[in-house]
């Protein structure tokens, strides 16, 4: 079965850093972009992130460009997310997506929610 | 960025309904668009991508069509496992861009 486990969530401040991990399991996770997704409380779904199989391309969204950087692990079947300089919008439930042959999220995570207050 | 516009955002219907939800990009997307079903709690599920082209394992009952900047999903025959939320997707270009979702509820 296919999985994406999202971990790494919670309370931080302002200012503040987070790293939220993705864990894949039930399919060949390096033959596999992904991306992250977050939703804010009352909004829709934005897209802040993408990374290529083997990392050479790389995007994000400009409301966490400079602040936010993807990575990942093939080794270790897993995604990372690296949250620094937080905000209050940024509060939102962070989602791993995985890219298939034809569409940009076959299937997702459930989510780990990230709260930024003070 | 691509603004997608999704409507209704709340659809009060019955088992054994048809619903039509629509979708409009603000520019051409060609098909590059997909239409996912979420329920509280849970992953987004992916229903149809290409516009048209049913995610294996889903349901015959639900369909996609358009292309261009008019998209639709149609349920035949609502199902009680259908109350959710349905959302669209534009990947013809980054950023991606989602719908703001529409809520199928119980009438």
């Known amino acids: 079965e296919i999985q994406l486990v999202e971990s790494g969530g919670g309370l931080v401040q302002p200012g503040g850093s987070l790293r939220l991990s993705c864990e894949a399991s039930?399919?060949?996770?390096?033959?596999?972009?992904m991306n992250w997704v977050r939703q804010a409380p009352g909004e829709r779904l934005e897209w802040i992130s993408y990374?290529?199989?083997?990392?050479?391309?790389?995007k994000y969204a400009d409301s966490v460009k400079g602040r936010f950087t993807i990575s990942r692990d093939n080794a270790k079947n897993s995604l990372f997310l690296e949250m620094s300089s937080l905000r209050t919008e940024d509060t939102a439930i962070y989602y791993c997506?995985?890219?298939?042959?034809?569409?940009?999220?076959?299937?997702w995570g459930q989510g780990t929610l990230v709260t930024v207050s003070s | 960025d691509i603004q997608m516009t999704q409507s209704p955002s709340t659809l009060s219907t019955s088992v054994g309904d048809r619903v039509t939800i629509t979708c409009r990009a603000s520019?051409?997307?060609?098909?590059?668009l997909a239409w996912y079903q979420q329920k509280p709690g849970k992953a987004p599920k992916l229903l149809i991508y290409?516009?048209?082209t049913l995610e294996s394992g889903v349901p015959s009952r639900f369909s996609g069509s358009g292309s261009g900047t008019e998209f639709t999903l149609t349920i035949s025959s609502l199902q009680p496992d259908d109350f959710a939320t349905y959302f669209c997707?534009?990947?013809?270009?980054?950023?991606?861009?989602f719908g703001g979702g529409t809520k199928v509820e119980i009438k």
């Open positions: 990374i290529s199989v083997r990392s050479s391309t790389i």
């Open positions: 520019q051409s997307i060609s098909d590059w």
């Open positions: 290409k516009a048209s």
């Open positions: 039930g399919f060949t996770f390096s033959s596999y972009s």
């Open positions: 997506a995985r890219d298939g042959p034809m569409v940009r999220g076959d299937r």
């Open positions: 997707q534009q990947y013809n270009s980054y950023a991606l861009t």
